[in-house]
C-alpha cells in the first residue's frame, strides 16, 4: 500500500515523524510528499489558527486530485472552532472526490491565547497510534481479543 503524510505547516512535523512510525508498526512505509500524487492513502496534516485560514491547505485542496483517495486528517489547533474547522476540511475534500476516513484533533500546550506552544509527548503519542490504527483499518486488519495480557489474566485464580 501507498502511504503519503502530507503536511501544510511545520507545527506538525513532530506528530508526522510519529504517524510515519506507527504505519511502520504495520508493516508499511509512509513517504512525505507535497501532494497526494498516485498514493491509495493520504494522512493530511495542517494548523488551524484563530481568524486565519491555512492558505497552502487551501491552495493544495483547490490543485490536486483527490479523487478516489482514502484520506486521514490530523490537525492541531489554536484556539477556537476546531470542530467547525475540520468539519468544513472534510466537506470540501468530500467535494473535491475524497474518502475521509478518520480524523485526529491535536492540542499546542504553553503559549498563550493559541499563539506558540508545541505539541507535547502525549500528543506525539497520540499521533503514532493514530497512524497505526488508521492503517490497520484500511488493511482491513482487526486485533483480536485473546491477547498475551488477557490469557494472562484469564489464567490467573483466586483461591
Not at 3 to 13: P, Q
Not at 113 to 119: D, E
Not at 135 to 141: A, F, L, Q, Y
Not at 142 to 154: F, L, N, P, S, V
Amino acid at each position: 500500500m501507498r502511504v503519503a503524510i502530507v503536511v501544510t505547516s511545520e507545527a506538525l512535523d513532530g506528530a508526522a515523524k510519529a504517524l510515519a512510525e506507527g504505519v511502520g508498526a504495520v508493516g508499511e512505509r509512509a513517504e512525505r510528499a507535497e501532494e497526494p500524487g498516485d498514493y491509495e492513502l493520504v494522512f493530511l496534516g495542517f494548523e488551524t489558527k484563530p481568524l486565519k485560514k491555512d492558505a497552502r491547505l487551501e491552495a493544495l485542496i483547490e490543485r490536486a486530485d483527490w479523487t478516489g483517495k482514502k484520506v486521514a486528517l490530523f490537525c492541531v489547533h489554536s484556539g477556537k472552532a476546531k470542530r467547525e474547522e475540520t468539519e468544513r476540511i472534510v466537506t470540501r475534500l468530500t467535494e473535491k472526490g475524497a474518502r475521509v476516513i478518520n480524523a485526529l484533533n491535536l492540542e499546542k500546550s504553553g503559549g498563550l491565547l493559541g499563539i506558540g506552544g508545541k505539541l507535547g509527548e502525549q500528543e506525539i503519542f497520540r499521533a503514532r497510534g493514530f497512524g497505526e490504527r488508521t492503517v490497520r483499518n484500511v488493511k482491513g486488519v482487526r486485533i483480536h481479543a485473546g491477547t498475551e495480557k488477557r490469557d494472562r489474566i484469564k489464567g490467573y485464580a483466586k483461591k
